[in-house]
T-cell receptor, first 116, second 113 residues
Framework: DAGVIQSPRHEVTEMGQEVTLRCKPI?????LFWYRQTMMRGLELLIY????????DSGMPEDRFSAKMPNASFSTLKIQPSEPRDSAVYFC??????????????FGPGTRLTVL | AQKITQTQPGMFVQEKEAVTLDCTYD???????LFWYKQPSSGEMIFLIY??????QNATEGRYSLNFQKARKSANLVISASQLGDSAMYFC??????????FGKGTMLLVSP
């Protein structure tokens, strides 16, 4: 079975540009999570969805960040406009079942974003 | 709020030896789950092992075992017979009943020949 798929794997852009990160969760999983990893702050949850509905976006750093999940097999994380401090690795993860149960989150390979 | 503490920034072990990576956690909930993930230099996050707070037996998955001491709020990862491919960053994470994963800062493990 395919795991979580993310694209692109690497993105280099200039400050002020719009960036769109994409994620395809594992088929059948009804929870999707977006994380950001930096050296300074470690792994942080940005937002998560249940059945395509955003449940908790308290981790989204600013209004420049937005996320959507138009259907069960696709989600996007958009940064507009991007800034150098947004440079990080962005992970998408998915799981089956309600958070807080035994269900494990499986991570995609990540997108390494560099904003110049 | 949940908190995960990994006090070892780096650990060194020789091939074929066992190593223990420490993890302590803080939560006021009775029901929670503890996870370990491996992040090799390639960057992906690989799930290793899970322990539920009500599980009486320590979890094991191949060469990985979780030394769960509930009263001490610790969930140490034990890797037996280390291999060169075990060199990676290891993250401990906790999920309680109504929240998502909280990660520790990680421990970098280096396995030498």
């Amino acid at each position: 079975d395919a795991g979580v798929i993310q694209s692109p794997r690497h993105e280099v852009t200039e400050m002020g540009q719009e960036v769109t990160l994409r994620c395809k969760p594992i088929s059948g999983h009804d929870y999707l999570f977006w994380y950001r990893q930096t050296m300074m702050r470690g792994l942080e949850l940005l937002i998560y969805f249940n059945n395509n509905v955003p449940i908790d976006d308290s981790g989204m750093p600013e209004d420049r960040f937005s996320a959507k999940m138009p259907n069960a097999s696709f989600s996007t994380l958009k940064i507009q406009p991007s800034e150098p401090r947004d440079s990080a690795v962005y992970f998408c993860a998915s799981s089956f079942g309600r958070p807080g149960t035994t269900d494990t989150q499986y991570f995609g390979p990540g997108t390494r974003l560099t904003v110049l | 709020a949940q908190k995960i503490t990994q006090t070892q920034p780096g650990m060194f072990v020789q091939e074929k030896e066992a190593v223990t990576l420490d993890c302590t956690y803080d939560t006021s909930d009775q029901s929670y789950g503890l996870f370990w993930y491996k992040q090799p230099s390639s960057g992906e996050m690989i799930f290793l092992i899970y322990q539920g707070s009500y599980d009486e037996q320590n979890a094991t998955e191949g060469r990985y075992s979780l030394n769960f001491q509930k009263a001490r709020k610790s969930a140490n990862l034990v890797i037996s017979a280390s291999q060169l491919g075990d060199s990676a960053m290891y993250f401990c994470a906790m999920r309680d009943l109504y929240s998502t994963l909280t990660f520790g800062k990680g421990t970098m493990l280096l396995v030498s020949p």
